[in-house]
């Protein structure tokens, strides 16, 4: 059973860095055809889909955040991570870290997620 | 970005009734469109692909359809545990989300 869990610090100060993990068990993070996704969910509003990171490194962002926003990947750990920069309030959210394939069947659609972590921004 | 605008924010129905849900796309994405549920407190679960594929282990009674720009969610006979939070996800140009339907008892 494949289980992603998320960690990281649960309180960022504004203008600071968010930094998250995501562990992955149950499969390898290295697999072909799938990429690895950040996606955050504000307090009773919808999903905003943040980024990928793929096995080899290669990442691609939101267009709405790619300039505050960094994935990488851990494959010796099987781990992946998000960095947010220069966090506001508006970045309070639960993140969740989620499994994506590429391939032809269930693509691009995410089929594992992590439980989510509530990330809170504030002084 | 493509702009995902689900209707109506919230049903009230009764279990056993017939839901509707929709999804309608600001450009049109094919059909690369999936349909997710989420309950409080949990992750998105995975209900439907590609417009109309159910996910593995989803049970018959949840169906997608549509293309291009206007897609249907329906969930032919309502179980309890169906009342719940659905969004609708576009894969055509990068990946955004829908504001969410929430499907309340009656």
């Known amino acids: 059973q494949v289980q992603l869990q998320e960690s990281g610090p649960g309180l960022v100060k504004p203008s600071q860095t968010l930094a998250l993990t995501c562990t992955v068990s149950g499969d390898s993070i290295s697999r072909d055809f799938y990429y690895w996704s950040w996606i955050r969910q504000p307090a009773g509003r919808g999903l905003e889909w943040l980024g990928r990171v793929y096995p080899t490194g290669r990442t691609n962002y939101s267009p709405s955040l790619k300039n505050r926003v960094s994935l990488s990947i851990d494959t010796s750990k099987n781990q992946f991570s998000l960095k947010l920069y220069s966090v506001t309030a508006a970045d309070t959210a639960v993140y969740f870290c989620?499994?994506?394939?590429?391939?032809?069947?269930?693509?691009?659609?995410?089929?594992?997620w992590g439980q989510g972590a509530l990330v809170v921004v504030s002084s | 970005d493509i702009v995902l605008t689900q209707s109506p924010a919230a049903l009230s129905l009764s279990p056993g009734e017939r839901a509707t849900l929709s999804c309608r796309a600001s450009q049109t994405v094919g059909n690369t469109l999936a349909w997710y549920q989420q309950k409080p407190g949990q992750a998105p679960r995975l209900l439907i692909y590609?417009?109309?594929n159910r996910a593995p282990g989803i049970p018959a009674r949840f169906s997608g359809s549509g293309s291009e720009t206007d897609f249907t969610l329906t969930i032919s006979s309502l179980e309890s545990e169906d009342f719940a939070v659905y969004y609708c996800q576009q894969r055509s140009h990068w990946i955004t989300f829908g504001q969410g339907t929430r499907l309340e008892i009656k």
């Open positions: 989620a499994r994506a394939s590429y391939s032809a069947s269930l693509s691009h659609v995410f089929d594992y």
């Open positions: 590609d417009a109309s």
